[in-house]
């Protein structure tokens, strides 16, 4: 399959522009200014005291000749962290970090910072640096988008554009089971005298842990159970004589 001549030319500027610790969308717009929007690797411009200007930033033709411009390979030598471009642009001041405005003064005005420079002399368009950025790039800005078509673009503090992605649901709350009926022998105890009934068989079962540590039940309890008995054994045999049900020994 053919590669795509765009997402090559994307790559390509994400990669000078990664080398010179700038957005790489600072550098394609900048770019596509320069070239009237065509991204043309040989766009020519106009005829200065530097010759025929050409190029992805239009380059002079003594630059050209300095920073390693070949008209035979103008992606390639134009392009990437050794390029032309990025020669320049590091020889014109471009530090890491730095936006389009001093980008775009480096490549209009000869060095970064120099906004109220105008080339209008030179036959470039009517504006300052900073008026060429702040009001005439707009439709640039958006031609870079739609040349990165949706490739991640990461600027060099980390990645651009990323505040619409989605990001994963949180997961929902992990719902805790109830606890478990009381399996303890003081939890049987008192299960059993709530019913009035005798102990059921596992509060007689030994009161020894695992471990083999004591796990007697507490003298309140264990009170509480003998008291619990007595009162059935003195009470119980009334209370089948009043309802009927027996008589109490002569």
């Not at 507490?218 to 009170?223: G, S």
Request: glycine share 14%; net charge negative.
């Amino acid at each position: 399959m053919a590669a795509n001549p765009n997402t090559d030319l994307a790559a390509a500027i994400r990669a000078t522009a990664m080398s010179l610790g700038i957005d790489p969308l600072d550098l394609a717009t900048a770019i596509s200014y320069e070239t009237a929007g065509t991204f043309d690797p040989v766009k020519t411009g106009p005829t200065t005291q530097w010759g025929q200007h050409k190029g992805f930033i239009q380059f002079g033709e003594p630059q050209a000749r300095q920073y390693g411009v070949d008209w035979d390979n103008p992606v390639g030598s134009q392009l990437g962290p050794d390029g032309a471009v990025a020669k320049y642009l590091r020889a014109t001041g471009v530090k890491p970090g730095m936006g389009l405005m001093d980008v775009y003064s480096a490549i209009n005005a000869g060095g970064v910072g120099r906004y109220g420079a105008s080339d209008v002399n030179n036959g470039g368009a009517p504006g300052t640096v900073a008026d060429k950025v702040n009001s005439q790039m707009g439709g640039h800005r958006a031609n870079a988008q739609r040349l990165f078509g949706g490739m991640p673009v990461n600027a060099p503090d980390g990645p651009k554009g990323q505040e619409n992605w989605p990001t994963a649901a949180p997961a929902a709350p992990m719902a805790m089971p109830a606890p478990a009926p009381a399996e303890t022998p003081i939890g049987s105890m008192l299960a059993g005298l709530a019913g009035g009934m005798e102990m059921p068989a596992q509060a007689e079962a030994p009161r020894m842990r695992p471990d083999g540590g004591d796990n007697m039940l507490p003298a309140a309890a264990m009170q509480m159970a003998e008291k619990a008995k007595g009162l059935k054994s003195a009470f119980m045999p009334d209370l089948d004589a009043i309802l009927g049900l027996g008589k109490r020994p002569v």
